[in-house]
């Protein structure tokens, strides 16, 4: 079992900037960690993830070049560095966890979950 504690979620105008960050604890043995967000009448897509051992990264088309996750293993924890902050980008945002490498963008292939972080950007 893997357990996953989110933090940094909060409010900010347009062009701003958040952390999010995601505690694991329990079992660590998960090949990836990662970081999904569901806004309100959507489906909860993949935003980016890394693979724990190599340092590995994947970012989604909507994000890239302004989000940044990154991994301190010492401390088991992932971040999401958010910059240039849109509205859109508006939603509850998700750390996942799992120990299937060929894990993709299919939520239900991850198999640990966090209990989310809003964040939400102001125009």
């Known amino acids: 079992q893997v357990q996953l504690v989110e933090s940094g979620g909060g409010s900010v105008q347009a062009g701003g900037s958040l952390r999010l960050s995601c505690a694991a604890s329990?079992?660590?043995?998960?090949?990836?960690i990662g970081w999904f967000r569901q806004a309100p009448g959507k489906e909860r897509e993949a935003v980016a993830r890394?693979?724990?051992?190599?340092?590995?990264?994947y970012y989604a088309d909507s994000v890239k070049g302004r989000f940044s996750i990154s991994q301190d293993s010492a401390k088991n924890t992932v971040f999401l560095q958010m910059n240039s902050l849109k509205p859109e980008d508006t939603a509850m945002y998700y750390c996942?966890?799992?120990?299937?490498?060929?894990?993709?963008?299919?939520?239900?292939?991850?198999?640990?979950w966090g209990q989310g972080t809003q964040v939400t950007v102001s125009s």
């Open positions: 996942a966890a799992t120990r299937w490498c060929w894990a993709t963008n299919n939520a239900e292939n991850w198999s640990y």
């Open positions: 329990g079992s660590t043995s998960s090949c990836k």
């Open positions: 890394i693979v724990t051992r190599s340092g590995s990264t």
